[in-house]
């Protein structure tokens, strides 16, 4: 019985060869030769010519190349001159600027001294023309605007002297952005300067407020401190011209002006609180 049932699984094996031998025969038997030998040619051929338009292209570009190079020679040979030349140009321009630069702060000093030595002099139209010629030179001159308008301000000319320093500390301002050379105390005179014409014009409010901004920087100079208290007694605010006064007696305890300064802060304070008891006294009889 085993014996059959190994012959049949036997019989079962080489059938099923068969089957997959004569699948394959005739897969085989429908190849065509001849279609592959002519796959194989037009693969070859493509190969071939692809080959020969590389090599042609390569040929054409190191012709032109060649052709080119001369030209490219003498086109790079004309930048090289004009570079050198530019370079040669802005060299000279360099040492020119440099040498008009010191030509012109010659003679800024010049211009400096002399405004000064008049000033000086109490000739102030002249000394006026001179920073007025500095400021033509160099219209950016902080020193002259500031100078031209302490000059003003000594002249009388409040007005001019308020135009001139505003315009110096808006040139100030601006240049405080980007130049970390601007002195501090240059920044401090400058609104200080402000705020004396202000004063002068006795806009009292304007004056104070510039004079804050230069104690900002200097919160001891006896000289703001002195002219804040003064303002402060002017607006009758006798509590911020205390505060100042008391800020001024230790900056300058020598100061002649404190106990002028004192009678008037205590005459103020008792016309203070006399106008509040009188006004207590109005709301009490109405009620």
């Not at 194989?40 to 090599?55: G, Y």
């Not at 607006?235 to 002028?260: F, G, I, Q, T």
Request: overall charge positive; aromatic content about 8%.
């Amino acid at each position: 019985m085993i014996y059959f049932v190994s012959l049949g699984l036997v019989l079962a094996g080489i059938i099923i060869i068969f089957i997959i031998i004569s699948k394959k025969f005739s897969l085989l038997a429908s190849i065509d030769l001849n279609q592959i030998a002519r796959e194989k040619q037009a693969e070859v051929k493509k190969r071939i010519i692809n080959e020969k338009f590389k090599r042609n292209i390569n040929i054409f570009f190191s012709k032109v190349f060649t052709l080119v190079k001369p030209i490219f020679s003498i086109i790079a040979k004309i930048f090289n001159l004009l570079y050198n030349k530019l370079v040669n140009l802005k060299a000279n321009y360099d040492d020119e600027n440099s040498r008009l630069s010191e030509d012109a702060g010659s003679r800024l000093a010049v211009l400096f001294a002399e405004a000064e030595d008049f000033a000086h002099k109490s000739e102030l139209a002249k000394a006026e023309s001179k920073y007025i010629e500095i400021i033509g030179l160099d219209s950016k001159n902080l020193r002259a605007f500031q100078a031209l308008g302490d000059l003003y301000y000594d002249r009388g000319n409040y007005q001019e002297a308020e135009q001139t320093l505003e315009h110096g500390i808006k040139l100030l301002e601006q240049k405080k952005r980007f130049d970390r050379n601007i002195k501090p105390l240059d920044v401090a005179k400058a609104y200080f300067s402000l705020g004396l014409v202000a004063s002068a014009m006795s806009d009292n409010l304007k004056s104070l407020a510039n004079i804050k901004k230069s104690l900002e920087i200097e919160p001891n100079n006896p000289r703001y401190l002195d002219k804040a208290c003064e303002v402060c007694l002017n607006l009758k605010d006798s509590v911020s011209a205390l505060e100042y006064c008391r800020k001024l007696e230790k900056a300058n305890p020598s100061n002649k002006k404190l106990k002028e300064f004192k009678d008037k802060i205590k005459e103020l304070a008792e016309e203070t609180d006399n106008l509040r008891t009188a006004s207590s006294i109005n709301e009490s009889s109405e009620q």
